[in-house]
């Protein structure tokens, strides 16, 4: 079964407004990233939070993790047309190998100029 | 440039017909993995490999197999290829030790119909 579920399944925003997109997951992990996918295109890692941060950031993205809720969040600010994609959360279970990666499906985010 | 790469990136094949789909990567990582992609699923892993000679089922093993005779390369094998094998697949890499281990990097995708 899944480990993450994203919420919203769509977004579609204004350039220059935030973005926020949640992920819940079912069992404990090690670490939670997240990874976006332009159309059709392999997906590229932006973020790895560990169970133990509570919140992390990387340029225009912060990412929340709160394990008591087993639910994460990414927030892109003054967020631009190249945003324009779809994002995942991955997880691992902390019991497998942190490698063993099972994937939400995903938020497309819709940027409009 | 520092990449994963896959061949073909595009294939048509009918069922049965034995096929093998390439990964190749430059960055010396250990972890090799397979996904396939469907609409509304997600991704899910197929196989994983920590290093030479090493592999390990995924999600969703049934139909592929894989071998890891080098370490740059770990290709997909359809020996018997059905039509519920139609989809998106991504092969990526990742080191298993340093900062940056878990964060693995995808390859182009390859998208497989099988009729």
């Known amino acids: 079964s899944q480990q993450g579920e994203e919420d919203p399944q769509a977004l579609s925003i204004q350039e220059g407004e935030n973005a926020t997109m949640n992920c819940s997951y079912k069992?404990?992990?090690?670490?939670l990233q997240w990874y976006r996918q332009n159309s059709g295109r392999g997906l590229v890692h932006l973020i790895l939070?560990?169970?133990?941060?509570r919140e992390k950031h990387s340029g225009r993205l912060r990412v929340t993790l709160d394990t008591s809720k087993k639910s994460s969040s990414l927030l892109i600010t003054a967020s631009r047309a190249a945003d324009t994609a779809s994002y995942f959360c991955?997880?691992?279970?902390?019991?497998?190998?942190?490698?063993?990666?099972?994937f939400g499906s995903g938020t497309r985010l819709l940027v409009r100029p | 440039e520092a990449q994963v790469t896959q061949n073909p990136r595009y294939l048509i094949t009918v069922t049965g017909k034995k096929l093998t789909v390439t990964c190749s990567q430059n960055?010396?990582?250990?972890?090799m993995s397979w996904y396939r992609q469907d609409p509304g699923l997600g991704l899910r892993q197929i196989y994983y490999?920590?290093?030479?000679?090493?592999?390990d089922k995924g999600d969703v093993p049934e139909g592929y197999k894989v071998s890891r005779k080098e370490k740059r390369n770990f290709p997909l094998i359809l020996e018997s290829p059905s039509p519920n094998q139609t989809s998106l697949y991504f092969c990526?890499?990742?080191?298993?030790?340093?900062?940056?281990?878990?964060?693995?990097?995808f390859g182009p995708g390859t998208r497989l119909t099988v009729t």
């Open positions: 939070i560990r169970s133990n941060e």
């Open positions: 990526a890499s990742s080191h298993t030790g340093g900062t940056r281990r878990y964060e693995q990097y």
């Open positions: 490999s920590m290093n030479v000679e090493v592999t």
């Open positions: 991955a997880t691992d279970g902390r019991m497998d190998s942190s490698y063993k990666l099972i």
């Open positions: 960055m010396n990582h250990e972890y």
């Open positions: 069992t404990s992990i090690n670490n």
